[in-house]
């Protein structure tokens, strides 16, 4: 039966990185069909890992609803419309079940086969050499899609006196079978959660799905279980801590790529070490990743800081050219870039060179001033470089840092909002 090891919904790097170990760890000690899957969007720093450590990324799922192809019976056969009569019969008979669902050439359900349906053939002494497609057959009613969730239909198929439920695809092509009595039975997956353990912040569908295995560090809201279930939590800054003493306790290490993906889980999660959740397990585990890994927790930290983030994957001078306008207003010429960039603190590491850049825009574009307007989306601020005639900059209502920044809270729109100051500061 198929494991899904699965972390919480708007997933982060810990969530999607724990269960990807976890994963790995449980192969090992010999869970045959376990996979790790991401609750929703891959994150793009979670992306950035497994391309780093050239791990295929975990599957994203949308939900783990039980679904009619999930309860399909590969061991009922299809029957072939072109196929005699009498073959098809002893087919039915070879295959002991009291129905057989029925497929045109191209593909599309015709109906069911079933002795009943055949009495009034026999009865007149029919020829039983024609072939299926001429023979009566029984229209069941209830055809069922393979994408319907289980738990919409299940009432309606338990009070169906058929058995034998057809399954078919959006284009009406038959697929298999579907025994009455799959509906009683317990659902094909069980679910492994990591880094979260309430069902209101779990996978969609979750709620149908034996929980077998926790793996966690957050508060414990975890419904009652009916079977011992194995669960671990503590109170350390990353699940994926936990995973790392996991491996540890059994005494088996991860690979160079496992080791990675914990780190990255580790650093993530405790800002590398700067949240105040961080402890000394934190640092322990992460000491050990990095000796079986050969990357340090800096390099990996950075790795990931790097994504969506112009500023660290590109020169200064790409960097304000990238989304830069020229304006000529009020006699004066000058450019307004923008850059988002959900990482401020890179923007205040390249000041230097960011600075030197612009300069020499300046001087090659014979340009009055130009400014470069660095916006984080997730705060919805911006920060501004601003290199030229100083009485402009001096009309313009933002207050400075200490690194000469000006600081825009609340600011997001060059066209909207910075332009009329700038328009303004000309008079
Ligand atoms: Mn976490």
């Known amino acids: 039966m198929k494991t899904y090891v699965c972390g919480h919904r708007n997933p982060d790097v810990d969530s999607v990185m724990s269960a990807y170990a976890l994963a790995d760890l449980r192969r090992r000690t010999g869970l045959a069909d376990v996979e790790a899957i ?10 950035w890992v497994f391309d780093h450590f050239h791990l295929a990324p975990v599957r994203a799922k949308r939900d783990v609803y039980v679904r009619v192809r999930h309860l399909m019976d590969a061991h009922v056969p299809m ?13 039915l008979e070879a295959s002991g079940e009291s129905s057989l669902p029925v497929r045109a050439k191209d593909g ?3 109906g069911m086969l079933s002795p009943a349906k055949l009495l009034n053939l026999f009865l007149s002494r029919g020829d039983l050499t024609i072939p299926v497609a001429r023979a009566p057959l ?5 055809t069922l899609l393979e994408s319907d969730p289980v738990h919409d239909i299940r009432l309606a198929t338990i009070r169906n006196a058929h058995n034998h439920f057809p399954v078919v695809d959006e284009q009406g092509r038959l697929l298999g079978t579907v025994l009455k009595r799959a509906f009683a039975e317990e659902p094909p997956f069980r679910m492994i959660l990591v880094d979260h353990n309430e069902t209101e912040q779990g996978i969609p569908g979750l709620d149908e799905v034996p929980v077998v295995e926790v793996v966690d560090h957050h508060r414990i809201a975890f419904a009652a279980t009916k079977e011992p279930i194995r669960y671990t939590a503590d109170v350390v800054g990353s699940t994926c801590t936990l995973v790392a003493r ?8 991860p690979t160079r790529e496992t080791a990675g993906v914990l780190i990255a889980g580790i650093v993530s999660d405790t800002l590398l070490f700067q949240s105040p959740t961080t402890t000394d397990d934190d640092r322990a585990m992460c000491t050990w990743l990095e000796k079986l890994c050969g990357e340090t927790a800096e390099a990996v930290f950075e790795g990931m ?26 006699g004066r010429r000058f450019v307004v870039a ?23 825009a300046r001087r090659a574009g014979g340009l009055d001033f130009f400014m470069l307007m660095v916006t984080d989306p997730v705060r919805g601020s911006s920060e501004l470089l601003y290199r030229g005639l100083e009485s402009v900059r001096r009309a313009l209502p933002y207050r400075r840092d200490k690194d000469g920044v000006l600081l825009m809270p609340g600011v997001v729109s060059r066209k909207k909002q910075l332009l009329p100051e700038i328009l303004a500061a000309l008079g």
């Open 305 to 330: 800081a790097s994504v969506g983030s112009p500023l660290a994957s590109m020169s200064a001078e790409a960097a304000i050219k990238s989304d830069a306008k020229t304006y000529a207003e009020g």
């Open 338 to 360: 923008q850059i988002e960039e959900t990482n401020l603190a890179q923007f205040h590491a390249h000041l230097a060179e960011l600075t030197a850049a612009i300069d020499a």
């Open 138 to 142: 029984h229209h069941c009613a209830a």
């Open 38 to 47: 991401c609750a929703g969007r891959l994150p793009d720093k979670a992306k």
């Open 108 to 110: 599309r359900f015709l």
């Open 246 to 253: 996991m491996f540890r306790a059994i005494g088996e290490r």
């Open 79 to 91: 029957i072939d419309a072109d196929m005699s009569l009498v073959d098809a019969l002893r087919k």
